[in-house]
Each structure stands twice: as C-alpha cells, then as structure tokens.
T-cell receptor
Framework: AQSVTQLGSHVSVSEGALVLLRCNYS??????LFWYVQYPNQGLQLLLK??????LVKGINGFEAEFKKSETSFHLTKPSAHMSDAAEYFC????????????FGTGTLLAVQP | DTGVSQNPRHKITKRGQNVTFRCDPI?????LYWYRQTLGQGPEFLTY????????KSRLLSDRFSAERPKGSFSTLEIQRTEQGDSAMYLC????????????????FGPGTRLLVL
C-alpha cells in the first residue's frame, strides 16, 4: 500500500537555525508531493508542491523542498527558522486519477526556541 | 474568495447522539473532500464528491456515516449513534481544475470541525 513516512514526530530548533523536516514515500510510481502546515486550531495550508519539472520547489514563508526520486524523498527545509514557523507540518502524496485523494504522513511538530 | 468554511467549529455530544457538520467550499470548486484527523495522526480520506455525485467512500466510513452534497454546492457529513471513537477533527477540502493532470490540483482546506463524544 502507498504510504508516507515522516521521520521525527517532534523537531526542535533554535531561532535562526536550519529547519529540516523529513518525508519519504513508498511506491514504485512517483507521486505528486505536497507539504502542508497546520497552525493550532486551524485547517491545513499548502506550503509547496511538486508535480513535474524542476525538482527543487520553493514555497511560501521561505520554505523549499527537493524531490529525490532515487531516495523516494521530499524533505522540507528552511535556512533560518523564525518563531512564527512553530506549527505542525504534514507531507502528503497523491496519484491523480478520478479521486486524487491525498495520503498524509503522521506529521512533524516543529518547535522554535528563542 | 472567502475560503472553505465549516460549521460548527466545535461540537460536544453524548454517545449515541446524531451530529451533522456542514462544509461550504470555495465557490465554483466542483470537487469536495472530507478527511478525518485523530490526535497525533495526519488527516485520513473519508469521501469525495464531484459536483453532487459521491464518487468514492473510504472503508473508514462506516454505515453510521453519511455524506451529501445536494446541488453540488455545500456538503453535510452526518454521524448517527456517535461513539467515543468518532472523536476527531473533521476536515473539508475543495479543489477545481481540468480533468487532465488532476494530481497538480491544490486542495484547499477549511478550519475543521472538532468533535468530542462523551
């Protein structure tokens, strides 16, 4: 079955430090890849997505992610963390088709220390 | 564009009661999804509508769950005879786009309805 793995349910960084959130997918067919962010008591907001083309994708709020097919990975990075980045981050995949439903990872809660 | 809205935002009910949630998608979005998110987990797909037609239901959607989208606009999700295991955040999302390259679509999520079954 297709699945998404996010290593590290909790990640803590200092303000100004590099943010690295990991995401791996399991399928022989490369999916479409998404990162969503969820702030407390809010819905999910799209950060960025990879569909085709350039494998390094830039998103909102200074985040970017690189699709590596050989590693079946789509890790999310930000060079310098800000306090406002504290939230839960979800990696998701879809395979198109009639439904195009999203399959989510279990999420990574990012804490940013002052 | 007011985004996806969901009502109520919070619902507390007693086991055995029926509850109904409403989702208003972004206007002109013909595709609508329901997901369920339990504590410590990512959202899980429940069901999908294209216009008014319900095209897919997850095995998570037991017989106690029913969803409708009359006239292809807002959608309702009803849970009958609620159980404590139904406690979760219920998220609605909508999207639009050409039939080709569906995978490139962005699903826009509402703020969710948090259900607590006592």
């Amino acid at each position: 079955a297709q699945s998404v793995t996010q290593l590290g349910s909790h990640v803590s960084v200092s303000e100004g430090a590099l943010v690295l959130l990991r995401c791996n997918y399991s399928s022989s067919v490369p999916p479409y890849l998404f990162w969503y962010v969820q702030y407390p008591n809010q819905g999910l907001q799209l950060l960025l997505k990879y569909t085709t083309g350039a494998t390094l994708v830039k998103g909102i709020n200074g985040f970017e992610a690189e699709f590596k097919k050989s590693e079946t990975s789509f890790h999310l990075t930000k060079p310098s963390a800000h306090m406002s980045d504290a939230a839960e981050y979800f990696c998701a995949v879809s395979y198109g088709g009639a439904t195009n439903k999203l399959i989510f990872g279990t999420g990574t809660l990012l804490a940013v220390q002052p | 564009d007011t985004g996806v809205s969901q009502n109520p935002r919070h619902k507390i009910t007693k086991r055995g009661q029926n509850v109904t949630f409403r989702c208003d998608p972004i206007s002109e979005h013909n595709r609508l999804y329901w997901y369920r998110q339990t504590l410590g987990q990512g959202p899980e797909f429940l069901t999908y509508f294209q216009n008014e037609a319900q095209l897919e239901k997850s095995r998570l959607l037991s017989d106690r769950f029913s969803a409708e989208r009359p006239k292809g606009s807002f959608s309702t999700l009803e849970i009958q005879r609620t159980e404590q295991g139904d406690s979760a955040m219920y998220l609605c999302a909508s999207s639009n786009g050409p039939l080709r390259d569906r995978g490139k679509e962005t699903q826009y999520f509402g703020p969710g309805t948090r259900l607590l079954v006592l």
